[in-house]
């Protein structure tokens, strides 16, 4: 766990506009090809549909997530599925307590 990654990708709205809607994604989302979200996750293309951008601009942003560890990727044939990796959150919040 790299902090400085995680808090790069931390600030921007985007960003944590995305790791709000994997919070609960049901919510956020139609159902897709495979409509268990919190099993398999979200495909780039909802992401890039629900933002309004292009797909190679969501696909960056949770690039950036994933590099930073805040999500986990799965591939089902060409699409790559996206969701949240609660186990970063949780040591991301013990090393805020215990480091800074």
């Known amino acids: 766990m790299k902090p400085i990654e995680i808090f790069k ?8 506009q995305i790791l709000e809607w994997l919070k609960e994604p049901e919510k956020h989302f139609s159902s897709q090809e495979v409509s268990d979200f ?4 979200v495909c780039v293309t ?17 690039s950036i997530l994933h590099r930073a560890g805040l999500v986990t990727t799965s591939r089902r044939g060409k699409w ?21």
């Open 9 to 16: 990708a931390l600030s921007n709205e985007t960003r944590l």
């Open 38 to 41: 919190q099993k398999v996750g």
């Open 46 to 62: 909802q992401f890039h549909e629900k933002l309004n951008v292009t797909q190679s601009t969501a696909s960056q942003h949770l």
């Open 80 to 100: 790559t599925y996206y969701k949240r990796n609660e186990e970063a959150f949780h040591q991301l919040k013990e090393m805020i307590g215990h480091e800074i």
